[in-house]
């Protein structure tokens, strides 16, 4: 009997039928709209940390920059041209450019996309050989019309009030 009970319900097993399995419409409707609403809540988040590292590529080209400018005023006994220092730069979201004098040196980053901000940079050497640096961010980014100025240093190596030090 007990052979006769196994075979039976491997029989019913075998011809069951597999009809009742899948998803409805409705389930999968809304699995579709939480993940919208969760695209929607995480997408502006994402696209605000692209712009902070765009940004801060800028940061870090500028800081290099003073640094050279500091090494090569050492080694001459003058700022010098953006050709002139020894250091990597990397340029791809923002143009940068230099301006080099005997006490001190500008260096400004243009962004190349209208979503980034300016930035300037000033490194000098005072009457007692020390050196003093700045780097400032505008307040602005390039679609509201900022200017390059709006983020250059002022030769007393403070940020205008149009921008902020962030170094």
Do not use: H, W
Request: positive net charge; proline residues 3%.
């Amino acid at each position: 009997m007990n052979s006769q009970f196994k075979a039976k319900f491997l029989q019913n097993l075998v011809s069951k039928k597999k009809g009742n399995e899948g998803f409805t419409l409705i389930e999968l409707l809304v699995v579709i709209i939480i993940v919208g609403v969760l695209a929607a809540i995480a997408l502006p988040s994402f696209l605000n940390q692209i712009g902070k590292a765009r940004g801060s590529e800028a940061k870090s080209t500028l800081g290099t920059v003073n640094r050279a400018q500091q090494s090569y005023r050492l080694e001459n006994g003058t700022f010098g041209p953006l050709t002139s220092l020894d250091a990597k730069i990397t340029t791809n979201f923002f143009a940068v450019a230099v301006s080099a004098g005997t006490n001190s040196a500008f260096a400004s980053g243009s962004p190349t996309s209208d979503d980034l901000k300016f930035y300037g940079a000033q490194v000098l050497q005072t009457a007692t050989d020390t050196f003093q640096q700045v780097i400032c961010e505008s307040n602005a980014n390039k679609g509201a019309s900022a200017t390059l100025a709006a983020a250059t240093p002022s030769a007393a190596n403070a940020c205008p009030s149009t921008s902020k030090a962030i170094q």
